[in-house]
T-cell receptor, first 114, second 117 residues
Framework: GENVEQHPSTLSVQEGDSAVIKCTYS??????FPWYKQELGKRPQLIID?????GEKKDQRIAVTLNKTAKHFSLHITETQPEDSAVYFC?????????????FGKGTHLIIQP | NAGVTQTPKFQVLKTGQSMTLQCAQD?????MSWYRQDPGMGLRLIHY???????DQGEVPNGYNVSRSTTEDFPLRLLSAAPSQTSVYFC????????????????FGSGTQLSVL
């Protein structure tokens, strides 16, 4: 099955700086890579996703990059703000086949320092 | 739409007790799933269903049963609760197309905090 490694487990950055969270996956058949944000005490919510036929995707201050050869993908947050403080989870799956279910990384606790 | 509704929000059980966590969605989603979230472990898939009458095991299925008699409901049963099942449980659903991999966004419920003493 798929295995997703996520680093770092905790990331502290100054407000206004950029944050980068990295994930690697093991199954070369995986073709869908979403990122979920979970604020304290809340449910996870999708913030951005990328498919294997795309190398980069942006949505305002967040972007995701994918390197299929190296089997890793990253979340980039620019101009960080206090509301970016949360736990971020990467995930991977093969979408469209018989198997279902996202495999999540263990999460990164992003702390934005004022 | 209410989205994905989970009940109860909190539950305390004694070892050996059984209980059912309820999950319902009103978005006509084919795919429903249960995850457990433990500190430092991320979200791990327990069971999932791709439609009424169809269920399958995820990464950590032992000690849990599921059934899917309707499109809307996907209850999770703990047969004999153990302290290792203390966790936060999330139900999640999404559209699932057998033809194309479209609209993969998972919609999560608000979670159930379960403590087993």
């Amino acid at each position: 099955g798929e295995n997703v490694e996520q680093h770092p487990s905790t990331l502290s950055v100054q407000e206004g700086d950029s944050a980068v969270i990295k994930c690697t996956y093991s199954d070369s058949a995986s073709n869908y890579f979403p990122w979920y944000k979970q604020e304290l005490g809340k449910r996870p919510q999708l913030i951005i996703d990328i498919r294997s036929n795309v190398g980069e995707k942006k949505d305002q201050r967040i972007a995701v990059t994918l390197n299929k050869t190296a089997k890793h993908f990253s979340l980039h947050i620019t101009e960080t703000q206090p509301e970016d403080s949360a736990v971020y989870f990467c995930a991977a799956t093969y979408s469209g086949g018989g198997a279902d279910g996202l495999t999540f990384g263990k999460g990164t606790h992003l702390i934005i320092q004022p | 739409n209410a989205g994905v509704t989970q009940t109860p929000k909190f539950q305390v059980l004694k070892t050996g007790q059984s209980m059912t966590l309820q999950c319902a969605q009103d978005m006509n989603h084919e795919y429903m799933s249960w995850y457990r979230q433990d500190p430092g472990m991320g979200l791990r898939l327990i069971h999932y269903s791709v439609g009424a009458g169809i269920t399958d095991q995820g990464e950590v299925p032992n000690g849990y049963n599921v059934s899917r008699s309707t499109t809307e409901d996907f209850p999770l049963r703990l047969l004999s609760a153990a302290p290792s099942q203390t966790s936060v449980y999330f139900c999640a659903s999404r559209i699932r197309s057998y033809r194309t991999a479209t609209n993969e966004k998972l919609f999560f419920g608000s979670g159930t905090q379960l403590s087993v003493l």
